[in-house]
């Protein structure tokens, strides 16, 4: 039995040494007419499971391909050592393989399945494997020890390994370390005025130990204007090493690719904001023209309003009206007593016979002392749309809890929609008392306040908007009482016609067939804005976190791409926040998608 052994791990040395000293013709040739030794920068082609390979742009072939093991990528130790320059051997008196790079001395030891590097040990099967009799070494701990960079192409299977030769005078033998190397380069000496500058990074650590900081001097993603810049570079390591500050010259023509104004409205992604200053806002988006559109209002569901007594001082209803078939009840409401209250909402039957009350949507937020916050949160509940399906039967004459919200104390708010249907008559009560019963019908009703107070026939409004062919920045303006009118309605607790300011819990749906390729952006010309819209089916918040004014600049809501079937947008005015706001519609060519 050990004289099988032996004779197997005969033939596996056999194997790794016809892996060490064959290499494909090709590459011999290449060998001939470039030394590696010589070679400043050696740029290296590995293609996963595939033989074929280039080595500084000629093409070889390997015996033991790249390979990729319990999703760890494995390359071939003697090629790579080779290409950059390394001693990759074996050593026959101690049945070893010896690697030297700068700083290290490896040991693979097969046979007893370790690893030696600089005297300290390591498990075989954490950095290498034979597969196929070749030697193979996993590719993050080979660069690191090499000092390479690499990059993996998912799409083409390929790996990019770029090494650079470490220069001279760098090592300190008092500290046993060497000064990092900042170096880069663009991808092109000459860019127009307002392109992506693409850097590539080339800095490296001779001791294999990483860059830790980067500093950067007259680097910008774009410049504006004409004329040669130069741009400095210096690196760290972790020891705190500093490279030598490396500068290249970039020139940046008089031919214009995007302006300032373009460059973050084409380049950032959906979500950021483009910081502006007054006068680019004043200039170039305050006073777009209007997209056109045809509005609509959508009858069939009354929209009861209660938000007057906006904040409220004593128990009793804050407003009260019937409604029969499919309605919307909407209320914002600040508790301004001194103690705890509970809101509720009471449902009477205004009939001799049963009613039935179902609920098909919902927007709901719990008690806050944030105005903003509970009114983004609960249009972002309300926007969602998931499937409600909640019923209650109320008996001839009787009266129900329909909804109650948690206490709320004072200070706080909240803020609800529902979207209910009734087969009869109902009297809805918007109520603020200890004791929610049916006795809370016999409080006061409280007088209003100056906010918005009433029903109203219409809680939908359609806009069917051309954005398929308009050619310079546009805009449809929210909220603003004249291009969008409020709606009116009627308040019974004051017998008086009334205007729905704000257009508060109505939904306003926006759609456009065959649109551009553009960006949607929103700008809050009001003051103080927090809330969500809703964008073929994806639900934008503006902004993530906090609140916008027009004076901290744009949010970027959408792209397009120019090859949707349509375009669809859904929004309602969250409480708390001020009007108008313009949605900008921002016209995009395909400049950035030329770029090479």
């Given amino acids: 039995m050990k004289r099988i052994k032996k004779e197997l791990a005969l033939l596996m040395v056999v194997s790794l040494l016809m892996s060490f000293v064959w290499v494909s013709p090709g590459a011999a040739a290449e060998e001939e007419k470039n030394p590696l030794a010589s070679a400043s920068t050696t ?22 391909p790249a390979t990729i093991i319990k999703d760890k990528m494995y390359v071939p130790a003697k090629f790579l050592g080779d290409a950059l320059g390394m001693k990759v051997e074996w050593n026959d008196a101690t049945r070893q393989i010896e690697m030297e790079t700068p700083g290290y001395e490896i040991m693979l030891d097969i046979d007893n399945k370790s690893v030696w590097i600089n005297g300290y040990w390591m498990a075989f099967d954490d950095v290498a494997a034979i597969v196929n009799g070749r030697l193979m070494i996993k590719l993050t701990w080979l660069a ?6 690499y990059t993996y192409n998912n799409e083409l299977r390929r790996v990019e390994v770029l090494h650079v030769n470490a220069p001279q005078g760098l090592y300190d033998p008092n500290t046993s370390n060497s000064k990092p190397v900042a170096k880069f380069t663009f991808a092109k000496q000459t860019y127009k005025i307002g392109e992506p500058i693409k850097f590539v990074d080339l800095s490296y650590d001779p001791d294999a130990e990483g860059i830790a900081k980067f500093e950067w001097k007259g680097k910008e993603d774009a410049y504006f204007q004409a004329g040669t810049y130069p741009i400095t570079l210096t690196v760290w390591d972790i020891n705190g090493n500093k490279s030598e500050p490396y500068t290249r010259n970039l020139v940046i023509s008089n031919e214009t690719f995007l302006s300032a104004v373009e460059y973050p409205i084409y380049m950032k992604p959906v979500g950021s904001f483009i910081k502006t200053n007054w006068s680019t806002l004043w200039s170039h988006f305050w006073e777009l023209p209007e997209l056109p559109k045809t509005a609509t209002e959508v009858p069939g569901r009354t929209l009861l309003v209660s938000d007057s007594p906006e904040e409220f001082y004593e128990q009793g209803i804050l407003y009260q009206d019937e409604v029969e078939g499919k309605a919307r009840l909407y209320a914002d409401h600040i508790n301004g007593t001194k103690e705890k209250v509970s809101f509720a909402i009471l449902a009477k039957n205004m009939t001799n016979k049963p009613v039935t009350i179902k609920t098909t949507n919902k927007g709901e937020v719990w008690p806050s002392v944030y105005a903003n916050l509970i009114g983004s ?33 004072p200070a706080q708010g909240v803020n609800l929609f529902y979207d209910l249907e009734t087969d009869g008559k109902v009297q809805f009560s918007f109520i603020a008392a200890k004791d929610v019963s049916q006795k809370a019908l016999a409080l006061p009703k409280l007088d209003f306040s100056g906010h918005v107070r009433g029903t109203f026939p219409i809680s939908e409004v359609k806009w069917n908007i051309d954005a ?6 546009s805009r449809l303006i929210l909220g603003d009482g004249i291009k969008d009118p409020f709606l009116p309605g009627y308040d019974p607790q004051r017998k008086a016609e009334v205007k729905n300011d704000g257009n508060y819990g109505v939904i306003y749906k926006i759609h456009a067939d065959k649109p551009r390729k553009m960006a949607i952006m929103i700008l809050a010309k009001g003051g103080v804005f927090k809330g969500p819209i809703k964008i073929n089916g994806d639900i934008r918040l503006i902004p993530e976190s906090g609140v916008i004014t027009a004076f901290d600049g744009m949010q970027i809501l959408a792209k397009t791409t120019g090859k949707e079937e349509s375009l669809d947008i859904e929004f309602s005015p969250p ?10 519609f921002y016209p995009l060519d395909d400049r950035v998608e030329q770029q090479p």
Wanted: net charge negative; charged share 15%; aromatic share 14%.
């Fill in 468 to 473: 398929s062919s308009f050619t310079t920045p």
């Fill in 575 to 584: 409480a708390g926040s001020a009007f108008p706001v313009d949605l900008i």
């Fill in 43 to 64: 740029y290296v082609l590995l293609y996963i499971d595939k033989a074929e390979a280039f080595l500084n742009g000629t093409q070889v072939t390997l015996d033991a």
């Fill in 377 to 409: 949160e609960a249009t972002v509940d309300f926007l969602l749309g998931d499937p409600l399906s909640e019923s209650m039967t109320i008996p001839a004459g009787q009266t129900f809890t329909y909804k109650q919200m948690p206490d709320f104390y």
């Fill in 144 to 149: 690191d020890y090499m000092g390479a960079k």
